[in-house]
């Protein structure tokens, strides 16, 4: 888990709180971290699975609403969406002028804003412009300008008009307006073609009528027919342009097809001859003892097939004998008797031998499993590492307390030696200061007290040379004591090295009886 902080069994097993505490605050620490970032995942996963199976009211109706709300829309957009009225025809070529462009998209769908300003190459001569302005006064001149704009873009939507044809889902419905825009467009030419027409007309008889008149009828009706067989053509046209192009279909699938097993033709070509080489290059000899080796197999499979099916077909005739002859006899002879009699003793005997060796084969079973507990009761190099490891762990936490219980003798003894010492120096003093004001009263027991005090002051200097001794012989004994841990650690490293050396031996020897066991078994 990659924890910064390091923790041993024996501690936990201790509770050393000391080493355990970081490592309890960096789990907390690590879990509140994986709390707030799976957080968010866990409710948006919940929720999506909630979602699958079932729904709030709140959200029917919102879903609902949304439903009506997006269908009334769509409906608007249906009704207002644009309409187009007129195409431009290809052959009238493109517009260079970008406002003439603007002007016939928008006529193509039936609309015209306004006045445009006058264009580059229709523009009126300065000269004419200043004349004109010179002639009339301000306010004439300012609607002259307005009149021209309009003509002039009168014959510009005239001129973009003659180039349109009308839309395939128009045709045969004209709105008001556009027979308003073609009349107010083309209004000079259909005064003429009617006035036209009113004469010849007027030239017309009714004899002339009738004869003029009756091919034309002859012309509809042949017009007519020919439509109709032209429709007949396309129709099967366009059946044969549907058959052809399923047929193609299905020709592109058969050629790959094809293209597929010619390639796979091909590998299959390539692998025999590289067998073919592979078998050349191959022993005869080998080859054929393979190939009489396989022949040899497949005949023994054979035999033993029929084999079996003759046994079976043997023991069921055998089986049909025995049963016709113990009907037609209907009782045993005594040949028959002493021959099962035979059997039964034979069968006894057998049987006797099979529980015999069962025994036998049982007590084996029971010796096998002693000796492989025994075997499994040696513990093997890996065992012997975990023992190891585990016995260094509990030595380390025998060391640990027996030296902490060590200091804790020591230091209750130390702490008792110096309360007797004091308890000492206290009764003492207490004893100077009782007899002190009696020895004070004559020379005599002055005498006395003096002898006492250095008797007192000779046995402290004798115990303080004994403390000294004492110490000088335990400190020569922790000197000894030292040397002889140092020699132990020098022994120690002399042994783990000894071990790692003794463990590599062993490593090489089991890859060089590995080696041996593989060249002996090739």
């Known amino acids: 888990m990659k924890c910064p902080h390091r923790l041993e069994p024996h501690q936990i097993q201790g509770l050393d709180f000391i080493h355990i505490f970081p490592v309890i605050q960096w789990l907390v620490k690590r879990a509140i971290e994986t709390r707030e970032e799976m957080g968010d995942y866990v409710r948006s996963y919940s929720v999506s699975q909630f979602q699958k199976t079932h729904s709030l009211p709140e959200d029917e109706d919102f879903l609902q609403r949304k439903d009506k709300a997006v269908k009334a829309v769509l409906d608007v957009l249906e009704v207002y969406k644009p309409l187009r009225k007129y195409r431009r025809q290809k052959e009238a070529g493109d517009l260079l002028d970008e406002e003439s462009r603007v002007h016939s998209t928008l006529l193509e769908y039936g609309r015209r804003y306004g006045f445009s300003k006058q264009p580059k190459h229709e523009k009126v001569d300065e000269g004419k412009a200043s004349l004109a302005s010179q002639a009339a006064p301000p306010g004439k001149t300012e609607v002259l300008e307005e009149e021209d704009l309009q003509a002039a873009e009168e014959m510009r939507i005239k001129t973009l008009m003659t180039s349109m044809s009308v839309m395939a889902n128009e045709e045969g419905r004209l709105t008001a307006s556009a027979v308003g825009q073609i009349v107010g467009l083309q209004s000079e030419e259909i005064k003429q073609i009617a006035s036209e027409y009113a004469e010849k007309q007027s030239e017309l008889t009714s004899e002339e009528r009738s004869e003029r008149y009756g ?12 439509s109709k067989q032209i429709q007949h053509q396309t129709k099967q046209l366009e059946e044969l342009q549907a058959r052809h192009a399923e047929v193609r279909v299905d020709c592109d699938e058969a050629k790959k097809k094809l293209v597929e097993a010619n390639e796979r033709s091909e590998k299959l070509e390539r692998e025999m001859k590289c067998l073919e080489e592979m078998e050349a290059q191959a022993d005869s000899g080998l080859l054929e003892k393979l190939r009489s080796l396989v022949m040899m197999n497949e005949s023994l499979k054979q035999q033993e097939q029929e084999f079996r099916t003759h046994c079976r077909e043997e023991m069921s005739r055998l089986q049909l004998n025995i049963q016709e002859l113990k009907s ?3 009782q045993d002879t005594e040949d028959e008797r002493e021959r099962n009699e035979l059997i039964d003793k034979q069968y006894n005997s057998d049987r006797e031998k099979l529980q015999k060796i069962r025994l036998l084969m049982a007590r084996r079973n029971r010796e ?13 190099r890996a065992e012997l590492t975990q023992y190891q490891k585990r016995f260094i762990e509990l030595y380390s936490q025998v060391s640990a307390t027996h030296k902490e219980t060590k200091q804790f003798f020591t230091l209750y003894n130390t702490l008792d030696d110096k309360k007797v010492y004091l308890e000492k120096e206290v009764n003492l003093l207490n004893s100077i200061h009782d007899n002190f004001q009696q020895a004070m009263s004559s020379s005599a027991a002055k005498e006395q007290f003096l002898r006492q005090m250095e008797q007192i002051v000779e046995g402290i200097k004798q115990s303080r040379i004994k403390m000294e001794r004492k110490k000088q012989e335990n400190k020569m004994r922790r000197d000894q004591l030292n040397d002889e841990y140092l020699e132990l650690l020098d022994k120690q490293r002399l042994y783990f090295k000894t071990v790692k050396d003794f463990k590599e031996e062993c490593r090489r020897n089991e890859m060089l ?6 060249k002996g078994a090739s």
């Not at 509809?220 to 027919?225: E, L, P």
């Not at 096998?368 to 093997?380: F, M, N």
């Open 215 to 226: 091919p034309l009828q002859q012309h509809r009706r042949a017009v007519a027919s020919l």
């Open 328 to 330: 037609a006899s209907g």
């Open 368 to 380: 096998i499993a002693v000796l492989q507990r025994k075997i499994d009761e040696v513990p093997s």
């Open 513 to 518: 009886l590995s080696k041996l066991r593989a």
